[in-house]
């Protein structure tokens, strides 16, 4: 849910493409509360996706790997310009078309200004997506690891941080405390540059029934044993997450054990 654009001045002094960011709202400032304007859940065709998407086309993916991802995720417009973001499954994901239905409705019935939220579906034959809000000026990771002028702003980790920890409250209060491969990746910024947290996560990426991760460096070791996500291994990922937010940096996989002195 990137965008070849960011207007995250409120995270960093400049613009990494070379250009003024536009003015964000102060992060002090608590935006407008409320999710009025965000579409009920629905059934999408897959023409209409192939259409929003243009073809699935490979300038459109905002997914972190691009097309070499397991599972890939595009930006997109509707007929009536809403902006959204589809996450197309590797075909051999979700062989039980009704699992996946039930799961993405129940995603879908969450609504928080904390979260880019669900928006609806596609399950067509062995296609399965799901689209959720555009986020346009893209993940933490990029803002976070990926910076040229200046790093992220303590005001702003500070902001990433909070909004988090009360869109995983939110979810956890909504009976969906499992959470699955959250990294830097899954956060997003929105029009007025508020952290959220991806929809995405809240439906496992299956893999013969199992969920995995993209990035063991926030995995509990009890995970690579089980593959099971559990609420104390989102706890774990949200700490690690923390340590980005202090560090600034990305923890590498192999460097895991040398940060584990920092956890009281």
């Known amino acids: 849910m990137g965008c070849e654009c ?15 960011a536009p003015e964000a709202q102060d992060v002090e400032n608590e935006e407008k509360p409320g999710v009025d304007n965000v579409p009920v859940f ?9 259409t929003a998407t243009s073809g699935f086309a490979m300038e459109n993916i905002v997914s972190e790997h691009g097309e070499k991802a397991p599972n890939v ?14 996450k197309r499954f590797n075909r051999s994901a979700w062989p039980d078309a009704r699992q996946f239905l039930e799961e993405a409705r129940a995603v879908g019935q969450l609504r928080n200004r904390r979260l880019a939220n669900l928006l609806g579906c596609c399950c067509e034959g062995d296609e399965r997506l799901l689209v959720a809000e555009y986020m346009p000026n893209d993940t933490l990771a990029k803002h976070l690891f ?10 702003m980790r500070l902001r990433v941080a909070l909004h988090i920890a009360e869109a995983l409250e939110y979810c956890t209060s909504k009976e969906r405390a499992l959470y699955h491969d959250l990294n830097a990746y899954r956060i997003v910024f929105d029009d007025d540059v ?29 995970y690579l044993r089980t593959g ?28 895991v054990s040398s940060f584990l002195w920092l956890v009281p």
Request: hydrophobic fraction near 30%; include cysteine; charged fraction near 20%.
């Open 42 to 50: 629905c059934e999408y065709s897959i023409e209409t996706l192939r």
């Open 194 to 222: 508020n952290p959220r947290l991806s929809c995405f996560g809240l439906m496992k990426n299956s893999r013969d029934g199992r969920s995995y991760s993209t990035n063991l460096a926030f995995t509990p070791p009890e």
């Open 73 to 86: 995720v595009y930006k997109g417009k509707l007929e009536n310009q809403f902006r959204i973001a589809v």
């Open 228 to 255: 099971r996500v559990t609420p104390e291994s989102v706890m774990y990922s949200f700490g690690t997450l923390l340590l980005d937010l202090l560090s600034g940096k990305h923890i590498p996989p192999s460097h």
């Open 146 to 155: 990926h910076w040229e002028t200046q790093p992220m702003k303590w005001a």
């Open 6 to 20: 960011s207007k995250l001045s409120a995270c960093c002094s400049g613009s990494e493409y070379g250009e003024a």
